[in-house]
């Protein structure tokens, strides 16, 4: 059987050749180099957000992301919850009863579904904010902008270089360090106060 001969041209252009891949997904963090602080057998790198702000939206986003899954998930359990408290009793076709009006048991079921949801909906809160907060909290974020930095250096030249990083809180990161962990800035970065809870807001970042 002879094979078939290619009808044209166009079957070897580059439109119907070219095979399109999706925009790789930008990562949430990036390598910097390991500071004194850090651990010499994890490697010279370590993971880190870029700066406060993309912790909080990385944050920010992965809550979200699972009080909707949460939320979904809930939906469908709600559902199925108050279809079996409004059906009627499988006895009550046996002592003659007729069936309920089908209008009602729709209003019925819908009751049922928006209270599951509302109780449900303050769970799946709570759920993500557990989920999430453990892990960032100890997710490493680096640098420091520019605002930030001349606010260390006004200080550094007011106190001792050793005494004034423990002025803001940041003894841990160590001068020059390239990183810090996100709990060690509470109190002192808005962005991280905002998720984290600590009502400071001594620095303006």
Known sequence: MATSEPNGIDELSAASTTIQFDRPIP???????AGSPDDPSSGPYVLAFRDPKAWANAYRACESKIISQCEAGSRIGCAISASG?????WWRF????KAPD????AECEERETEGC?????GKCVGFA??????PFREARVAGMNAKQAEKMVCWSTMVGRSTWPSLIGLENCGFGATNCRANEL???CRDVDRVLGGGSETLKL
């Open 117 to 121: 949801l509302a109780t449900a909906k």
């Open 129 to 134: 904010k557990d989920k999430c907060l453990k």
């Open 85 to 89: 408290k409004c059906k009627p009793p």
């Open 27 to 33: 990562l949430l963090r990036g390598p910097v180099r």
């Open 94 to 97: 046996l002592i003659g009863q």
């Open 102 to 105: 089908l209008k009602q048991r």
């Open 186 to 188: 509470v109190g002192y």
